[in-house]
């Protein structure tokens, strides 16, 4: 069943992930960029992403800033003041799930190529037709 505040965004990393203790738990924080797909449409919407839990400490190292990622949570409107008085609001998300998208500005290796296996000595044998799986 899904959550009554559910939000689910893709976007870019703003920032690389930062572990810190929360008391009894860890706390994994990062910023997602989501731009509109047309430009013209609107401005860039940042979300600052909290994620608890031992998944979010292991998964951190992985999250880097411009990596591009799908981010699950409950979101929340923060009003703050700044330094020079004036209001401001931050769009937050309690992650409950992510998944990785790829890296955006720097290329991923291709995976290594195999060599081929060394050819078999002729044993001698016939091996019928229907024996052949291809």
Not at 86 to 105: I, M, P, Y
Request: glycine content about 8%.
């Amino acid at each position: 069943m899904p959550r009554k505040n559910s939000c689910n965004i893709i976007g870019h990393v703003g920032t690389d992930a930062e572990v810190r203790d929360a008391g009894s738990t860890q706390v994994v924080s990062f910023s997602v960029a989501v731009s509109p797909w047309n430009k013209d449409r609107g401005e860039t919407q940042w979300f600052r992403c909290s994620w608890f839990g031992d998944r979010a400490v292991k998964v951190a190292n992985y999250i880097r800033k411009g990596d591009a990622i799908d981010v699950t949570g409950e979101v929340t409107l923060r009003e703050y003041e700044r330094r020079d008085g004036s209001s401001g609001a931050s769009l937050e998300l309690r992650v409950s799930d992510v998944t990785l998208l790829g890296r955006r500005d720097r290329e991923e290796a291709p995976p290594p190529r195999r060599a081929a296996p060394p050819p078999q000595p002729d044993t001698g044998g016939d091996i019928p037709d229907e024996d052949i799986p291809f």
